[in-house]
């Protein structure tokens, strides 16, 4: 993130009232006006100043009658050169060329002598207020109210900028450190409770963050003396970074007060030395140069920042207290929010994690990788998905798919409907069918559950893909040798419309092409429409498929990444779902598949078919398994079949066996009893294959098991 400057980080005309030396916040009270007093009330009130006494609301006691004069520039900083003459007055304290004007307009006006003693430094580099020279490089304190009021606004400006936590307590302490304090600590509960929660077990404070002014640093730049060699080394380090606050200790009733305090009253040194621990190193400074600010929340107290300044620089006064406290109450609730906030993304993230595939699969005869984008950072959910389903065969259904909206209910149908689909992908129903029930599906949810989906089945057997599309973007075919083309598809309805049939076309997939689904996002903006989108997608995928040569597809994981590149500025309007499919294919030299008649001679037949075809692929060493294991499935098939049973062995990094029946019944896995005849067949195969399944097809089921070769 890239800091704008603020009213604190630039040079203002006058006075810097965050001046990088560290000016000093403080107001001199005017002859009888009080110091603002604070609210007093229960433990849960935000502290806030009321009443109108005091310099933050007080008027001078005689009006001056020019309501147009000029505002006096404060002097937050030394006076400039070219500002001597300005600064340099005559022993009444007037100012050159005012002394006509001024003394006339607060002669005889109580308190304007000491508005005028409190504008500077005197000629010869003294201090005004004491006469005494100042220290070579110091800065002279602030003395106005709206030096005071511009110091909180800077502040809690740069406060309000932090979007998550550390960046809010970053922000407090850059904005205090050295301007308000010369070090700060800050404690947050652990562990922080989010909105509403009741947080369990005891209140545990942990230090969070420190910041303080570096000693060399202050040497180098003449902040302020150099302390003597005698003096310990104050505010360099803090030991205690846990503390437990038990109930009724002092800490305790100082966080429940809310209100910010000076630490140099009996109890309030009591919390304080509790909150640094018994074995701190740190040096606190004597009298009100240190306060502790409880940091509440909406609900409840969340932390504790403590403010130091060192014994060469000028105490706090009873106003810093309201500064203290605008600035704990602003970082208090700024962390709420933040917390609010991140356990809000942690939900969004976690819901599209738990909607899209953690990991795709690896079937026979295809590769896969795939990209997700949501359309900004902060709408991490919306509705595109993509799926890759394993299907009896060796085959693979591809799915993609974009349901309207980017919000949690978009997510949420989003994941009904890929759930749908991989329950209808299990039945082995055809694309077409499948859309049909997505879309009665989309109808039962909503009469506005509007997506596009594009559903395609590829076969490594037959090196053919199957695709229906409902609304979707066409996919496109990348062929070995760099030429990609964009598939005709009919178009279809979206799911949800209703009462619209979908229509299904089969394809070519040779070995080596590559097949490109993705959602809209990817090729439509604000910029562009979408087939202008889709014709530079193309380009896109002919260009990097030259980079490597006419016989050598590009790599699957760098196609996805130069895809996502075609990707303007202004190109990010919606979510971005890809899905890319290498296709590799089985040789038909690596399969066999044969026709069994169901009767008692089909198990010794399927015996002798598996042993030649291990021979001639040279798999001998599996000859005794094979046979056992097709044995016992194949006896299982024809028991109970009425037609012909299929045999078919695959030989690719495994060795795959699928026996396919027309009974739609699925087999279970038993434990057999010692006086049982049968019930052992798959006791066997679940200990000698690598894996096993069943499949349910619509015209019966496919039982398949798979060993190592070697």
């Not at 400039?80 to 307009?105: I, L, N």
């Not at 590769?367 to 890759?388: F, K």
């Not at 060795?655 to 027309?662: A, I, K, P, T």
Request: hydrophobic letters at 40%; aromatic letters at 4%; one cysteine or more.
């Amino acid at each position: 993130m890239t800091e704008q400057p603020t009213s604190f980080e630039r040079p203002q005309p006058g006075a810097d009232p965050t001046d990088a030396h560290g000016a000093l916040l403080r107001t001199p009270a005017a002859p009888g006006a009080a110091a603002l007093p604070l609210q007093s009330g229960p433990a849960d009130d935000v502290p806030r100043p009321v009443g109108a006494a005091g310099p933050e609301h007080s008027q001078p006691a005689s009006a001056e009658p020019d309501a147009h004069r000029p505002r006096p520039a404060p002097e937050g900083i030394p006076a400039q050169p070219d500002a001597a003459a300005r600064v340099a007055g005559p022993p009444d304290g007037t100012e050159p060329g005012q002394q006509g004007t001024e003394a006339s307009r607060t002669a005889g006006a109580p308190g304007g002598q000491e508005r005028r003693a409190g504008r500077g430094a005197a000629p010869g580099g003294q201090e005004r207020r004491t006469g005494q020279g100042m220290p070579p490089g110091r800065t002279l304190p602030m003395r106005r109210d709206g030096d005071r009021l511009r110091f909180v606004g800077a502040a809690t400006r740069r406060i309000a900028r932090g979007m998550d936590l550390d960046e809010i307590v970053l922000g407090l302490c850059r904005a205090t450190v050295p301007t308000f304090s010369d070090a700060i600590l800050v404690y947050l509960r652990e562990p922080l409770p989010v909105g509403d929660e009741r947080p369990a077990g005891p209140l545990v404070l942990r230090l969070r963050r420190t910041d303080r002014i570096p000693a060399e640093r202050d040497t180098e730049l003449g902040f302020m003396p150099a302390p003597v060699p005698e003096q310990p080394a104050e505010l360099s380090a803090v030991t205690n970074e846990l503390c437990e606050v038990r109930p009724g200790s002092a800490l305790g009733e100082v966080l429940r007060g809310v209100r910010p305090v000076f630490t140099d009253t009996e109890s309030a040194h009591a919390a304080l030395a509790e909150l640094l621990g018994e074995d701190s190193e740190l040096v606190v400074p004597d009298g009100q140069r240190t306060i502790l600010a409880p940091l509440r929340g909406r609900r409840r107290v969340i932390g504790a920042a403590l403010f130091l300044r060192r014994p060469e620089r000028h105490a706090f006064q009873p106003d810093d207290l309201l500064v203290a406290a605008q600035l704990a109450t602003h970082s208090a609730l700024g962390i709420d929010k933040a917390v609010l906030y991140g356990r809000e993304a942690y939900i969004a993230d976690e819901l599209q994690r738990t909607m899209l595939p953690e990991t795709l699969p690896r079937p026979t005869g295809v590769r896969l990788a795939s990209r997700y984008l949501p359309a900004a950072e902060t709408a991490r959910v919306g509705g595109d998905w993509y799926d890759a389903i394993p299907l009896p065969g060796s085959r693979v259904a591809l799915v993609v798919g974009d349901v309207m909206g980017h919000s949690m209910t978009s997510a949420a149908i989003m994941g009904q409907l890929r759930t749908t689909a991989q329950t209808l992908a299990g039945l082995d129903l055809p694309p077409q069918e499948v859309l049909h029930h997505l879309d009665e599906q989309a109808q039962r949810l909503g009469s506005d559950r509007m997506a596009t989906c594009l559903y395609a089945v590829y076969d490594p057997v037959a090196h053919r893909i199957t695709i229906a599309n409902a609304g979707h973007p066409p996919p496109v075919l990348l062929h070995l040798g760099g030429h990609a083309e964009v598939l005709r598809v009919p178009p279809g309805a979206p799911i949800g419309v209703g009462g619209v049939d979908f229509e299904a076309v089969e394809l070519d997939a040779p070995a080596g092409a590559t097949l490109l689904l993705y959602t809209d996002g990817l090729v439509e903006s604000r910029l562009r429409d979408v087939w202008t989108g889709i014709e530079q997608l193309r380009e896109k995928l002919s260009v990097t498929a030259q980079l490597t040569g006419p016989d050598h597809p590009p790599p699957l994981e760098a196609l996805c990444d130069e895809v996502l590149d075609m990707l303007g500025p202004g190109d990010r309007d919606d979510d971005i779902a890809l899905l890319a499919a290498r296709f590799d294919g089985i040789a038909p030299s690596d399969v066999a598949y044969w026709t069994l008649d169901p009767e008692d001679a089909a198990p010794g037949q399927a015996r002798r078919l598996a042993r030649r075809a291990l021979s001639r692929w040279g798999l001998e060493e599996l000859t005794d398994s094979v046979e056992l294991l097709i044995s016992e499935v194949v006896t299982n098939a024809v028991r109970y079949a009425s037609r012909p049973v299929t045999l078919r062995l695959l030989r690719t990094d495994v060795l795959r066996c699928e026996v396919g029946d027309d009974v739609p019944q699925l087999p279970r896995l038993r434990q057999a009893r010692a006086t049982d005849e049968g019930g052992r067949g798959l006791y066997l195969v679940n200990r000698l294959a690598r894996r096993w399944g069943a499949t349910r097809l619509s015209t019966g089921k496919v039982v398949w098991f798979e060993l190592n070769q070697g």
